[in-house]
């Protein structure tokens, strides 16, 4: 192949997909704004930080330099948390002076004023701009290591679905198309507000009965508010939705599980985050879920109680008999 990609976000699954597409044969660049964290990426060729032990291939190179990026190709593949999503754009747009493709790996909505992103990428680009977003169960450690997955390439452009489809599928790695771009969005985003839930459900002591309920209520929201945005009903029984958040909410890979975990156990929220040491998505995603659900008036009781906890200092014990007390109805 002779294929170029640049991954924006030098993080645990920038890094992942940068090798994955390496190892494919494509000639990549992985960009990071941290130039010290760079320049131990390229004396130690692997990520220590996120990814030990995972070595990078020769066609895989690393900068901190946005104009090299931009010279570099015209696919942009970008992983860096939501509430940098956007200044990454306009910083890499400043640099570019041809049409490009952009595909994005962050999941939430934009912190400034709850868009999907990609609205976002719109606004910045244009609305013909090729767009597509990767998502479903995906942990980066794994990808790295060769362990099979499979995800879900969302876009309105099949043809751009296909052409970054062809980048990462291998042997290990199996990547889906789909059409549903909202539907993909809204899946990624929220289910790391209920893998925060169910964090703190098992933080609490509480057992697999309540997280299987959990799950299954939660996915019932996601459904809710993901329909009445635009996306399809289907989609949040695939990968990008029941699989994902199957994922985060029950494996201890997830650092939105695991700040859930330390809230339900006592933990302040603040040193939670800080012995995680990695961004929480789930802690911008509860608020914004939150406030779309009341501008769109749907009922997201789950996302309501985590909200409340994180951001009005509920306790999490009384969030959870919140939702027990709630008046009893028809599951349908």
Not at 284 to 289: C, G, N, P, V
Request: net charge neutral; with cysteine; glycine share 10%.
């Amino acid at each position: 192949m002779n294929k170029k990609i640049a991954i924006l976000g030098a993080g645990s699954w920038g890094t992942a997909l940068a090798i994955l597409a390496a190892r494919n044969g494509c000639q990549t660049l992985l960009w990071g704004h941290n130039p010290e964290h760079l320049i131990a990426l390229t004396q130690d060729r692997q990520n220590k930080r996120y990814l030990p032990g995972i070595m990078f291939p020769d066609n895989l190179t690393v900068t901190s330099d946005l104009a090299k990026v931009a010279d570099f190709t015209k696919l942009f593949l970008v992983s860096v948390p939501s509430n940098a999503f956007k200044n990454t754009l306009l910083n890499l747009k400043a640099h570019l002076y041809e049409d490009v493709q952009i595909a994005w790996a962050t999941k939430g909505f934009d912190p400034d004023n709850g868009s999907l992103l990609h609205e976002v990428v719109a606004d910045i680009f244009s609305s013909q701009t090729p767009a597509a977003l990767l998502s479903g169960p995906s942990f980066a450690g794994e990808v790295a290591a060769e362990l099979p997955t499979a995800i879900t390439i969302a876009s309105y452009q099949p043809d751009f679905a296909s052409q970054l489809a062809d980048i990462l599928h291998g042997e290990r790695f199996r990547t889906y198309t789909n059409s549903d771009l909202i539907g993909v969005e809204v899946g990624g985003a929220v289910k790391n507000v209920m893998a925060i839930a169910a964090g703190i459900a098992d933080g609490l002591g509480f057992g697999a009965n309540t997280r299987a309920a959990l799950i299954t209520r939660g996915l019932t929201e996601i459904i809710r508010l993901g329909v009445r945005l635009g996306g399809k009903q289907e989609t949040f029984m695939g990968l990008a939705g029941l699989g994902d958040l199957i994922l985060t909410c029950t494996d201890n890979q997830s650092r939105n599980r695991r700040f859930g975990l330390a809230l339900g156990q006592g933990k302040d929220k603040t040193l939670a985050i800080q012995e995680i040491g990695q961004q929480i998505e789930g802690v911008s995603a509860a608020k914004e879920t939150f406030l779309l659900a009341k501008k769109h008036g749907v009922d997201m009781p789950i996302t309501e109680q985590t909200y409340k906890v994180l951001y009005e200092g509920l306790a999490p014990l009384t969030a959870v008999q919140n939702l027990l007390a709630r008046e009893q109805k028809s599951e349908s």
